[in-house]
């Protein structure tokens, strides 16, 4: 019986090891990719909307670029199934697809635009019983471009809202990491 402990107790600790090694350098790759990622905030507030905040170091211009079209917008989002925009005079009329529970959430809504970015909001949807956003863009302080992305939804399920909040602030964070990706700053 020792025979056979010796010989399994080196494999077992050769795999331990490489299984160390292999997390340490994960972590390192991993702490080497967030060093240069942008810092984004995300809250919910007192109102139960769900706010999340990003300073990108590239222009005003590039950050709208991307945001200027509802489509484009919200395909930044993980939750976006599909989006399709028409014009509305100055604004844009937006069918949207968001993930549900069993099949696609359905909203349409009016998209327009505000002095520091576009509001959103809800036009008509059987799934939900609250719905807008605002996009805020601006220029940053000491360089850079601050946006803000900020939402109330409410959708029409038996789940407490804490959990949707929780959701949407995972989703924001999601959102404005690939709105960094968009505009080439991260």
């Not at 809250?43 to 170091?57: D, F, P, R, Y």
């Not at 489509?71 to 599909?82: D, F, I, K, N, Q």
């Not at 019983?129 to 409410?154: C, H, M, Q």
Request: hydrophobic fraction near 45%; proline fraction near 5%.
């Amino acid at each position: 019986m020792p025979a056979v402990r010796a010989t399994i107790l080196p494999a077992a600790v050769t795999r331990w090891a490489l299984t160390g090694l292999a997390a340490a350098a994960i972590v390192a790759a991993t702490t080497d990719a967030t060093a240069d990622a942008p810092k984004i905030s995300t809250k919910i507030t007192a109102k139960g909307e769900v706010v999340a905040t990003v300073t990108l170091a590239v222009t005003l211009a590039a950050v709208r670029e991307v945001l200027g079209s509802a489509e484009r917008s919200h395909g930044l989002a993980p939750s976006t199934v599909s989006a399709k925009a028409t014009p509305d005079g100055t604004c844009e009329r937006v069918k949207l697809k968001t993930r549900g529970l069993f099949s696609p959430f359905e909203i349409e809504t009016r998209r327009c635009p505000t002095a520091h970015g576009w509001k959103e909001t809800l036009v008509a949807s059987p799934h939900f019983v609250e719905y807008w956003n605002e996009w805020v863009v601006e220029d940053a302080a000491g360089g850079g471009t601050s946006i803000t992305f900020k939402t109330r939804t409410l959708p029409n399920v038996a789940v407490p809202e804490a959990i949707i909040q929780s959701e949407t602030k995972r989703v924001l964070a999601k959102l404005m990491h690939n709105l960094s990706a968009a505009v080439g700053a991260g």
